[in-house]
């Protein structure tokens, strides 16, 4: 005889990592898979077994974030573990290859400034048509100057480093000879780096480019 609902999914959360995001339609996935259900199906029958396992209290360490999203805490010195935040903008805006950090971020990581910015900005394909924050997460979205694609994304994350390069103060030597590494690295091609240029972004990022190209070919 299978399990109930509820303790198919008490069990699901039970092993779950503290603070990690726990999200209501991955719980149906398994749902579905298990009992033979339809999507629409397992999603209502997961957010009713979920909301009875909180009601009755089943497992004292599950905490509701928002719709849809929960997640396992435990008392520590200085109170509650939280939820991952920094998880939830990977899976929200980053995963699947939708998108990446840019800005003064990129710039900061790639070791071009020493520079901590006050916001994570982020270029993702779920940004639709403006530049704005999401104040829960604690985040800048912007959309990208063109689809974010696994096989472009590098090549949009550097030309964004170099369409900011007069923006800080750095020797601009050290700085191509560090893109160009980048570049190396990830083994992105001249040519690809140069058509994304010419079409999305402006005159002086291409400019920096030539420079780079110059130390790193």
Do not use: W
Not at 32 to 50: Q, W
Not at 99 to 121: A, R, S, V
Not at 175 to 198: G, T, V
């Amino acid at each position: 005889m299978k399990q109930t609902y509820m303790d198919f999914i008490c069990n699901i959360l039970k092993n779950k990592k503290i603070g990690v995001p726990i999200y209501l339609n991955k719980i149906a996935e398994e749902v579905s898979e298990e009992y033979k259900l339809t999507k629409k199906n397992a999603l209502a029958a997961a957010a009713v077994a979920i909301k009875r396992i909180m009601d009755k209290n089943l497992i004292k360490a599950l905490r509701f974030y928002q719709k849809g999203i929960y997640y396992l805490t435990k008392e520590t010195p200085f109170g509650e573990v939280q939820i991952d935040k920094q998880q939830l903008i990977k899976d929200k805006y980053i995963d699947n290859d939708s998108g990446y950090e840019t800005d003064y971020n990129l710039l900061y990581k790639m070791g071009l400034t020493t520079q901590i910015p006050k916001h994570k900005t982020i270029a993702t394909n779920n940004a639709k048509d403006c530049v704005r924050e999401d104040k829960k997460l604690g985040v800048i979205i912007r959309p990208p100057k063109t689809e974010i694609t696994v096989n472009n994304k590098e090549y949009l994350k550097i030309l964004d480093v170099l369409n900011l390069l007069n923006k800080i103060d750095i020797d601009k030597k050290v700085a191509y000879k560090i893109i160009a590494d980048y570049i190396k690295k990830y083994k992105l091609y001249y040519d690809k780096l140069i058509a994304i240029a010419d079409k999305y972004y402006n005159k002086n990022t291409i400019l920096e480019l030539a420079h780079t190209a110059s130390v790193g070919i």
